[in-house]
């Protein structure tokens, strides 16, 4: 396959662990979703996460910043473990950002306010300086021009910007992605990876659930693959591609490979 | 669309022009409907006249010489039909603003209720809203009313607290009785309505300023509460209670409820609460979880996402729906007449009707008043519901 990817360059992976799963495991009712999910995440890496449908990748780092509860086995996230502990968890979903499938940008708020919302509410940050920030990571998505208007006035790829610059606005440590170009227009889908790109660039700790294999090969220090609730597979990008070890593995390359 | 082309080469005849059509079609209409009212009322005044009524509207200044259960404004029966119309319209007015105001209440709670994870919580609620809307309110209405005249009699009226008593003629309650000094907690109160609004904005000012976020809600409950205490207490507790106490046949003090109006307004109340509550409910559930799931990722606790993110978006889902509610309570508060309960329309539309004749002019007005109530209600959810819709493409 093609060695010509032009890699990012990045500030590089730190020592110190982001987060940590340890044997977790989830069930919905009785049907066993996560089974034996063991992962390290260093901080300022960053890693793909790619498997066939229903394999539990959502589930997995929705677990991350407690939108699902695990079951069974440790999450730790900078140094702060996930019980039933209340502020554990505001303090997790303080540091841990998340872009969704489908935006889930608020209708009813502009997009100056959606950036604006959490600092102002969660961080205590005054409004003056709130719009300031959010501004700023606005210009970096590069829809600066967009902030007094509705989602519902925007195109599906500024939409995802503006949830990604909304969840840079509370300067997270960490960021999750849930297929965030999977819902987009081709033409669309450019945009938003060359905006996660330059997140990358910056040195942001980053998991990300997508298909897009060419993002993958340039920013991943990392691919995992995941079937059947498990993590089946790990290694850097070129070896991942080029050298998948097991036959699930391999299965699943070749056909997301043939389109 | 207009397809009119002004320029174009082929233009067809006017007949075929659709805004030309839309207006000839709109004259027709209205000419149509004009012919027929004239034809109605002509035709009436004739008729009328030749039976020997005079129309018009001289019978309201003329005694109406019929007692009324109930008047929120003095009344005897010496007054006239005029003031029975006023006597009648606070009454269901009465019966529609509480009604209105309980079964929001109420609704909204079991509405809430129902999205509960508590099965037990959210079947019992599913089982109110089935029962109640589907059984027809003038049974639920007869129903209640047959259960409060089946309370004991005023001898043995069961008390509450010592100082209520329930029995088949009402609900005796103490009656707060204002003595000196009433009017600084009256004026402690509108103090305090008055401050809140300028707390609030002097707190949003200082949020934006320092992000140092002000307890607004608990500084005014504090407020509206504390400072009419305080009031209460430099001047040596002014409100006194007239309490209700047993007589021969009657209770004599204290203020009553009268069965009717007891019975009205709590089948008027429960019935449209369950209506609410599936309208609260389904306003709720239409807000997709992908807007908490959002709010939470960003860190904002369950209660503020409530706030801020759900309930505006379940609002806009909610406020249209709740508008017919309460027109459909307030017209359905004229069902009192089947157990006497003295709104508008059995009085002036009935006992005032029966003895002057003047059915047109009675319905007329009747009409009339319904119409503006239902016509205020709407303009005001209106506008409400236009303040809080989604810009969208
Ligand atoms: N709330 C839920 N209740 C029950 N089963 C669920 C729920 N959410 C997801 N699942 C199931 O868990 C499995 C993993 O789902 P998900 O993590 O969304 O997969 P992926 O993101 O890899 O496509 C799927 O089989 C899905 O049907
Ligand atoms: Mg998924």
Redesign the pocket.
Known sequence: MSDAVQRVSTPGVSDEVAIQIIGMHKW??Q?H?LKDINLTVRRGERIVVC?P????????IRCINRLEEHQQGQIIVDDIELTGNLKNIDAIRREVGMCFQHFNLFPHLTVLENCTLAPIWVRKVPKAQAEEIAMEFLNKVRIPEQAAKYPGQLSGGQQQRVAIARSLCMSPRIMLFDEPTSALDPEMIAEVLEVMVNLAETGMTMIC?THEMGFARKVADRVIF?DG?EIIEQNEPEEFFNNPQSERTQQFLSQILAH | MATQSIDGPKRGSLLSDQRTRAIVFQALAFFLVAVFFIYIGTNTARNLEALGISTGFGFLDSPAGYDVAMSLIPYTATDTHGRVFFVGLLNTLSVAVTGIIAATILGVILGVLRLSKNWLVSKLVYWYVEVVRNVPLLLQILFWYGVLLGLPRVRDAIPVFETMFLSNRGFYLPRPVPGDGIGLIIIAFFVAVIAIPIIARAARKRQEQTGQIFPVFWTSAALIIGLPALAAIVTGFPLTFDYPEKGGFNFKGGMVLRPEFVALWFSLSIYTAGFIAEIVRAGIQAVSHGQTEAAFSLGLKPNWTMRMIVLPQALRVIVPPLTSQYLNLTKNSSLAIAIGYPDLVSTFGGTSLNQTGQAIEIIMMTMLVYLTISLLISMLMNYYNKRIALVER
């Open positions: 919905y009712g049907f979703v498997g449908s229903g394999s539990g990748k959502s589930t997995m659930v995941m609730g």
